[in-house]
């Protein structure tokens, strides 16, 4: 097991990707879980999400964690959800998540939009939408709203770079 410590700051913004235990397809199907562990864990330890996405086996998002710890919130939530999941299916035991997550601090606004393209287009990219409008669990909807520019085109979007898959 690594003894990798986690480089915490308040004030920055934090790319997260979690993946599921072999990346079962569990999170879509149970979206109602994933909100009320966020709300859980919100209660206790205010942060905010400035992009998110959810796809049936892992989710990406940009965290302002103010001044908790991103692992914290990330423990917390996980936490959270393999209780409510063993709940709703009735388990006595067993694991949800990889043990643990990727994290990256973004470091200037092109970082920032380039990890806000990559999570609006992550759909796209593991084939499950054609167009990324067409994913619901997306903070992309909330943008478009807001009438907000938003890259229409998957065209000049690095997804090879290191987003934690």
Same mark, same amino acid.
């Given at each position: 097991?690594?003894?990798?410590?986690?480089?915490?700051?308040? @004030?920055?913004?934090?790319?997260?990707?979690?993946?599921?235990?072999?990346?079962?397809?569990?999170?879509?199907?149970?979206?109602?879980?994933?909100?009320?562990?966020?709300?859980?864990?919100?209660?206790?330890?205010?942060?905010?999400?400035?992009?998110?996405?959810?796809?049936? #086996? !892992?989710?990406?998002?940009?965290?302002?964690? @103010?001044?908790? /710890?991103? @692992?914290?919130?990330?423990?917390?939530?996980?936490?959270?959800?393999?209780?409510?999941?063993?709940?709703?299916?009735?388990?006595?035991? @067993?694991?949800?998540?990889?043990?643990?997550?990727?994290? !990256?601090?973004?470091?200037?606004?092109?970082?920032? !939009? /380039?990890?806000?393209?990559?999570?609006?287009?992550?759909?796209?990219?593991?084939?499950?939408?054609?167009?990324?409008? #067409?994913?619901?669990?997306?903070?992309?909807?909330?943008?478009?709203?807001?009438?907000?520019?938003?890259?229409?085109?998957?065209? /000049?979007? #690095?997804?090879?770079?290191?987003?934690?898959?």
């Amino acid at each position: 097991m690594s003894k990798l410590l986690r480089y915490y700051s308040p @004030g920055n913004y934090y790319f997260i990707t979690v993946v599921t235990r072999n990346r079962e397809n569990i999170l879509c199907n149970n979206i109602d879980l994933f909100k009320r562990a966020l709300r859980n864990v919100y209660s206790k330890t205010p942060f905010q999400m400035s992009y998110w996405v959810i796809l049936p #086996d !892992h989710f990406h998002m940009v965290l302002d964690s @103010g001044e908790c /710890n991103p @692992g914290q919130i990330m423990q917390r939530f996980k936490m959270s959800f393999g209780q409510y999941n063993r709940e709703r299916y009735k388990m006595q035991s @067993g694991a949800v998540w990889q043990s643990r997550f990727w994290d !990256h601090i973004i470091r200037d606004e092109a970082d920032l !939009h /380039n990890h806000a393209n990559y999570i609006h287009y992550n759909p796209v990219k593991h084939g499950l939408v054609s167009d990324p409008f #067409d994913w619901k669990y997306s903070s992309i909807h909330r943008f478009r709203e807001q009438g907000l520019k938003i890259r229409e085109s998957t065209q /000049n979007i #690095d997804f090879d770079g290191k987003y934690g898959e």
